[in-house]
């Protein structure tokens, strides 16, 4: 059954979080000022699926069920559904100009269906009927799941097993009769103070020695053994402040937690991988190209808001029509249709698995992202270079707002006459907030590490793309392999 959006939010007040924040525990997660804003993003997935012009987009027909599905807790049953997929998030994008936090899930959803159905092919395990078991139970109570696939890491020069301290990833600690138990830590997991449920994936290749971390299972977020820690954003304690100006986007945020998993019991029925190293590569490879498609969406919606804030910079500077402005504007455009191009191509791509769900184009998808990591840095640069350096330098709105001072700031404050000063400050604090603020975190160093950071999507692109068939087409271009004959 789809949630309403009061109902998405009544439902998480029923969860019994272990969540600090700025050093203190927070029972009422739900109404602190500096998370709402998230929990209002990942609400507005659930609005656009009760929206008559958006449920084309945000519902489909579950793989498993026939039933009618949120898209973020979906299977991708063709290509066409991968690309409905990216309008989705273009469209949440340019509502929110934030991380609306429900991709990861959908999107660990996807690389868990296929993975575990392979594993069981080589193995003879059940881990795919546990699995659809558990996805659709998520689906029926339309819940929010949380993908974690991030560990700490901690010495990156070394393999999970051979860390000094063994809980620098996730990993088994115990194997009971009922179950496993499991001890470590995630770290940047996007919306799981939003979420209901954790699906927990291990983060890269792993060795016959690091068994014990080959994990893949989901938690409810608020199980037994649990603490999430909010990550600080650059602003956001403005969120305390009065008035709404300063913050930028009053309305919504994306957060991030560093999740310990101290101990923690998981029921078999929950657990999808355990100790199948060699499949380790696999299921991150395939979340991964899902996800670095998945920026092919929401990162032109969110440049959708920043570019229409940066025309509207221009009017108010009184500069709209200057050739080098246009010019500007240009650029951003084109950079941005680049990255959601990308996105869309590797959904046209998208072959089926074994298990039946449609996978991103792998390389398609890390060019998508590599485009991500470069792009989002100039189309700031020049959102900042159009809006100029009143941008870091503004008074605050209590200043604005002063009996006293507000008028000087009214008055030397105003661009062209034809709109209010306050339309100009808002507009600034928007890009602000975009550049260098809460946007989820900000912009730019979202687009560089979510997803994996530029060197992995270079690796991927390098072992993707099938060099020994362009060295051929050389060679026989060149004539050293036999030319072929278009009269033949
Ligand atoms: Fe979705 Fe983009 Fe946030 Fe990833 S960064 S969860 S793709 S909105
Ligand atoms: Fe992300």
Request: glycine share 8%.
């Amino acid at each position: 059954m789809l949630k309403t959006t009061r109902e998405y939010i009544e439902s998480l007040r029923q969860l019994k979080l272990n969540l600090y924040l700025l050093g203190e525990k927070v029972e009422d997660w739900v109404n602190n000022p500096i998370i709402k804003p998230s929990t209002n993003a990942v609400a507005m997935t659930y609005k656009l699926a009760h929206d008559p012009k958006t449920e084309a987009l945000a519902v489909t027909e579950s793989m498993l069920t026939g039933k009618k599905v949120n898209r973020f807790n979906s299977l991708f049953k063709s290509p066409d559904d991968m690309v409905s997929k990216i309008k989705l998030q273009r469209e949440l994008g340019q509502r929110t100009a934030c991380c609306f936090q429900r991709c990861v899930g959908m999107d660990g959803i996807n690389a868990t269906f296929s993975a575990t159905c392979e594993i069981d092919e080589k193995y003879g395990t059940d881990y795919h009927q546990r699995f659809r078991k558990w996805l659709e139970y998520v689906q029926e109570d339309d819940l929010c799941v949380a993908g974690a696939m991030t560990d700490v890491k901690g010495h990156r020069g070394v393999s999970p097993s051979q860390q000094e301290d063994p809980d620098m990833f996730v990993h088994v600690v115990e194997r009971r009769d009922d179950g496993v138990v499991i001890r470590g830590a995630k770290a940047n997991i996007t919306g799981t103070v939003n979420s209901h449920e954790m699906l927990l994936m291990p983060t890269l290749r792993m060795l016959e020695e690091d068994k014990d971390y080959a994990v893949c299972c989901a938690v409810p977020t608020d199980a037994e053994g649990i603490t999430h820690i909010y990550g600080r954003q650059s602003c956001d304690t403005r969120k305390l402040e009065e008035g709404d100006i300063d913050v930028g986007n009053y309305g919504f945020g994306g957060h991030e937690t560093l999740s310990v998993f101290e101990n923690v019991f998981v029921p078999w029925e929950r657990v999808f991988m355990n100790g199948e190293y060699d499949f380790s590569i696999m299921l991150v490879e395939r979340f991964a190209a899902y996800h670095r498609q998945s920026y092919g969406g929401c990162k032109p919606g969110i440049a959708d808001v920043l570019i229409g804030a940066t025309a509207s910079m221009a009017d108010y500077n009184g500069v709209r029509r200057a050739s080098h402005v246009r010019d500007k504007l240009g650029e951003m455009i084109h950079l941005s249709e680049t990255i959601h191009a990308c996105g869309l191509a590797s959904a046209h791509q998208a072959w089926k698995t074994k298990a039946g769900n449609y996978q991103s184009d792998i390389l398609l998808s890390n060019i998508c992202k590599l485009n991500t990591t470069r792009f989002p840095y100039e189309i700031t640069r020049l959102a900042e270079d159009i809006a100029g350096g009143i941008l870091v330098t503004t008074p605050s709105e209590k200043d604005f707002k002063h009996p006293k001072i507000g008028k000087y700031v009214d008055k030397y404050l105003k661009g062209d006459p034809a709109y209010s000063t306050e339309e100009r400050y808002r507009m600034l604090t928007l890009i602000h907030a975009m550049c260098f603020g809460v946007v989820a975190p900000s912009y730019h160093t979202e687009s560089m590490h979510g997803a994996g950071s530029p060197q992995a999507q270079k690796i991927m692109i390098e072992r993707e793309s099938d060099m020994g068939s362009k060295q051929h087409l050389a060679r026989s271009i060149a004539g050293i392999d036999e030319r072929e004959d278009p009269l033949d």
